[in-house]
């Protein structure tokens, strides 16, 4: 069940309307590693997990809150628009508000389409898509993937910093860095306490039995650049990450097998072969007579 309440967690009022920047800020709303994507994704995971208890309650309660960021940001971006200027003085542009707002960098949609608010889609105007989400119901694979999403998208919130001198802007992005700041440690947090206590491993998924892969494969580091440096790097060398393995290092593949000859699919997909053009027509006409398509 959700409940919303007209409150928001942290202030997002700009000092000043910034139709530029508001199209910038789309970025971290509805791109790859926004707001939307981490709302959507620590939801599907709870929804998809298969054990009770703390985790579950976790993912539950930051996908809550990050839908809360995803309505800080989509407020600041519809203040940002309010009464905005298109930015452009020169006259020749100026006379055409649509010309004048692609030479200003705007987002012409924040105004035809969402009436000067915020748009589920990037920076760029692409549409947040579902793909960018990670739900596999593998804890140790999903909380890594937070992670690395998190990491990403505080990246993204500290580069915005510096492009904007408004002062409430860069309140609302310094308290998302440091929300961002807790969430990377708390999914590195979750996926160390599932190692520790023998709940899930690497390599992922744990439960998979190695037996079953090509092992003298499995800690290979195999350089396929012409590259020198990366054997000197800790991954060459020494014991794996996961404390089941040696790692080595190898120029190239250690091994290789033919490759196979080409395929000759069904002549009725019409794909060019050797085979000569009178030979596949009579093969279609047979199998055609043979399917009773």
Same mark, same amino acid.
């Given at each position: 069940?959700?409940?919303?309440?007209?409150?928001?967690?942290?202030?997002?009022?700009?000092?000043?309307?910034?139709?530029?920047?508001?199209?910038?800020?789309?970025?971290?709303?509805?791109?790859?590693?926004?707001?939307?994507?981490?709302?959507?994704?620590?939801?599907?995971?709870?929804?998809?997990?298969?054990?009770?208890?703390?985790?579950?309650?976790?993912?539950?309660?930051?996908?809550?809150?990050?839908?809360?960021?995803?309505?800080?940001?989509?407020?600041?971006?519809?203040?940002?628009?309010?009464?905005?200027?298109?930015?452009?003085?020169?006259?020749?542009?100026?006379?055409?508000?649509?010309?004048?707002?692609?030479?200003?960098?705007?987002?012409? &949609?924040? @105004?035809?389409?969402?009436? /000067?608010?915020?748009?589920?889609? #990037?920076?760029? $105007?692409?549409?947040?898509?579902?793909?960018?989400?990670?739900?596999?119901?593998?804890?140790?694979?999903?909380?890594?993937?937070?992670?690395?999403?998190?990491?990403?998208?505080?990246?993204?919130?500290?580069?915005?910093?510096?492009?904007?001198?408004?002062?409430?802007?860069?309140?609302?992005?310094?308290?998302?860095?440091?929300?961002?700041?807790?969430?990377?440690?708390?999914?590195?947090?979750?996926?160390?306490?599932?190692?520790?206590?023998?709940?899930?491993?690497?390599?992922?998924?744990?439960?998979?039995?190695?037996?079953?892969?090509?092992?003298?494969?499995?800690?290979?580091?195999?350089?396929?650049?012409?590259?020198? &440096?990366? @054997?000197?790097?800790?991954? /060459?060398?020494?014991?794996?990450? #996961?404390?089941? $393995?040696?790692?080595?290092?190898?120029?190239?593949?250690?091994?290789?097998?033919?490759?196979?000859?080409?395929?000759?699919?069904?002549?009725?997909?019409?794909?060019?072969?050797?085979?000569?053009?009178?030979?596949?027509?009579?093969?279609?006409?047979?199998?055609?007579?043979?399917?009773?398509?």
């Amino acid at each position: 069940m959700y409940f919303h309440k007209q409150e928001l967690q942290f202030k997002s009022t700009p000092d000043k309307p910034d139709a530029v920047y508001a199209r910038k800020l789309q970025e971290v709303l509805g791109g790859q590693y926004g707001e939307i994507s981490v709302a959507m994704q620590y939801q599907f995971q709870a929804w998809n997990m298969h054990m009770p208890g703390k985790y579950r309650d976790m993912v539950f309660g930051i996908g809550a809150e990050e839908m809360g960021h995803v309505e800080m940001l989509a407020t600041m971006i519809a203040q940002l628009l309010e009464k905005s200027p298109l930015g452009i003085t020169e006259d020749a542009v100026q006379d055409d508000p649509t010309v004048a707002a692609v030479v200003g960098g705007t987002d012409i &949609q924040q @105004g035809i389409v969402a009436g /000067a608010g915020a748009r589920p889609v #990037d920076s760029n $105007g692409n549409p947040w898509q579902g793909s960018y989400i990670t739900a596999s119901g593998n804890l140790l694979a999903d909380f890594t993937a937070n992670a690395n999403a998190e990491m990403q998208g505080r990246v993204q919130v500290a580069r915005l910093y510096h492009m904007t001198d408004d002062h409430g802007v860069r309140d609302l992005l310094s308290f998302l860095l440091a929300r961002d700041t807790m969430h990377q440690n708390m999914w590195a947090t979750a996926a160390a306490e599932l190692r520790e206590k023998g709940i899930e491993d690497f390599p992922v998924p744990n439960k998979f039995p190695q037996a079953k892969e090509h092992t003298e494969f499995s800690y290979q580091y195999l350089n396929f650049s012409d590259g020198k &440096q990366a @054997g000197d790097g800790p991954w /060459a060398s020494g014991p794996s990450f #996961d404390g089941k $393995g040696e790692y080595s290092y190898h120029d190239g593949p250690t091994s290789s097998v033919p490759m196979p000859p080409p395929t000759h699919p069904d002549v009725r997909f019409y794909g060019t072969t050797e085979l000569p053009n009178v030979v596949e027509k009579t093969a279609g006409l047979v199998q055609d007579k043979l399917n009773k398509e």
